[in-house]
């Protein structure tokens, strides 16, 4: 009975979810720009899809608007959500748990405090990034900071079946910290991978690309991608041209799913600065049971990750008696 209240509880709190493929083709490199001379790849990637990110409600009376992990794109193997969040006090994400997988959280504006049931506590501000490895068993909160809406991205990213019951860790990049490149009106912020010759510290143990660009106006730039990789843009702010010259443009909060290939070109022609996340990452190819905050490979996997919170076990010992403060 206690199991089957809590099943239905996280399943109102998180909708489960499927895996779906996508497909492209790329031809290109014949109608690019003079100005293009050397763009680094064979085979440019094109847009195979293009969702808008819809607001809707999650926490307690924050707001998301959730790119990936919706109908229109349930996953995108090893990724399985994006949510661009926005959240004022007394609103926030309080106590829930997780398993099976990785959260990145990046902030674009203002500040959240985590903490979680091993002790750990932290805020990250404006340009900070927590890369929380949920493994075993994590519960934790993430409550606002200030005052007015504090506004970030959450990533989730799968790991596989070898990784999903390890300890939790945590990677913590202040702003500053962050690695910076720029080139001709395009400049980088590299939070994992590497760009314009620049590689971030930031291990991940599911290989994964994590790029905030912004272009200037009139600016352009071309982005190495591992070929076997999948791959999307996010869309923070502004309006740009991408996979090729002429696509038409995307505006803010759409994500684009990207076709095979081997790198992604983007064009500013407008008069504003353009804003986004460039995420792409290497295919886990193993199966997906989805249960909310849950992330495993079988239903029976699933079942004995809710046993163990419901029961405190097997890396939930302290779900009985911690609380947040």
């Given amino acids: 009975m206690r199991a089957s209240f809590y099943r239905n509880f996280l399943k109102r709190l998180y909708p489960p979810t499927t895996t779906e493929a996508s497909n492209s ?23 195979t899809k293009k969702i808008l990110a819809k607001l809707q409600h999650e926490g307690d009376g924050a707001v ?7 109908s229109e794109q349930k996953f995108l193997d090893p990724f399985l959500m994006l949510d661009d969040f926005s959240v004022s006090p007394p609103a926030g994400f309080p106590d829930h748990p997780h398993r099976g997988f990785e959260t990145v959280t990046y902030m674009l504006q203002g500040s959240i405090t985590h903490q979680d049931f091993a002790g750990h506590k932290g805020t990250i501000h404006t340009g900070d990034v ?20 504090q506004k ?29 490149a720029e080139k001709d ?38 982005q190495n991608i591992p070929e076997s990789w999948n791959g ?33 070109s983007v064009w500013n022609r407008s008069s504003k600065p353009l804003r986004f996340v460039l995420i792409a990452g290497q295919p886990i190819n193993e199966p997906v049971v989805q249960y909310g905050p849950f992330v495993m490979n079988t239903e029976a996997e699933i079942d004995q990750t809710i046993e163990d919170y419901h029961y405190s076990k097997n890396g939930f010992e302290m ?3 911690w609380r947040s403060q």
């Fill in 25 to 47: 083709i790329h031809r290109i490199r014949n109608i690019m720009s003079e100005s293009d001379q050397s763009i680094g790849f064979d085979t440019p990637r094109l847009v």
């Fill in 130 to 149: 927590q890369w929380m490895t949920a493994g075993r068993g994590i519960i934790h909160s993430e409550m606002p900071a200030g005052e007015g809406a």
């Fill in 185 to 222: 009106g395009a400049e980088v912020r590299i939070i994992a991978g590497e760009s314009m010759g620049v590689r971030s510290p930031v291990y991940t143990r599911t290989p994964t690309m994590y790029l905030d660009f912004t272009l200037k106006p009139r600016a352009q730039v071309h």
């Fill in 232 to 264: 999307f843009v996010y869309v923070i702010e502004g309006e740009g041209v991408f996979g090729k010259p002429n696509s038409s443009p995307s505006t803010a909060h759409h994500v684009l799913v990207l076709g095979p290939g081997d790198g992604l």
């Fill in 319 to 321: 779900a009985e008696y």
């Fill in 64 to 70: 998301v608007r959730r790119g990936i992990g919706r």
């Fill in 152 to 180: 970030g991205l959450q990533l989730w990213i799968n790991l596989s079946s070898q990784d999903k019951m390890i300890e939790p860790r945590y990677q913590e990049l202040l702003s500053d910290d962050i690695k910076r």
